[in-house]
């Protein structure tokens, strides 16, 4: 028996998107698998680790526990969407100056998280704490992780 499918219409990173899935795909598998947008890891696929964050109309969401189909008519940003023409975005950035990153596993989410809510207006603190506490990093034990968060929020958007 083929398995179910349903047309979804979506922006992905400012491109609109249109194509048949299956009801049962993770967003998290159609980011990767149907728009290429393999900078969204997947990790617990159990919404722990947060590796998986994407923005759904703003709004930063663990693609592993939503499906595919729950993003028809929304907008989705990846990691993808963050640097431009002109460079990093400046939380990327801060990363990079902070050695925020080591593998690099946990990053595409925490970047995701941290601009969104940048972007909320959330203070610092919050994004240190109660952001940064939703994302699982067995790397760089979080310390200049938070040195990047700080130095976005002196100089920057997102
Ligand atoms: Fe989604 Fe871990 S893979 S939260
Ligand atoms: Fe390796 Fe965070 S940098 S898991």
New binding site residues.
Partial sequence: MSEATRELSTTVNGAEVTMDVPVRMLLSDFLRHQVAQTGTHVGCEQGVCGACTVLVDGEAVRSCLMLAVQIDGRSVETVESLADEEGLSDFQQAMKDQHG???????PGILMSVSGARRRGLSAETAETEVLGGHI????GYTSIRAAIRQAWEVGTE
């Fill in positions: 990153l080591q593998c690099g596993f946990c990053t990093c067995r790397c760089t």
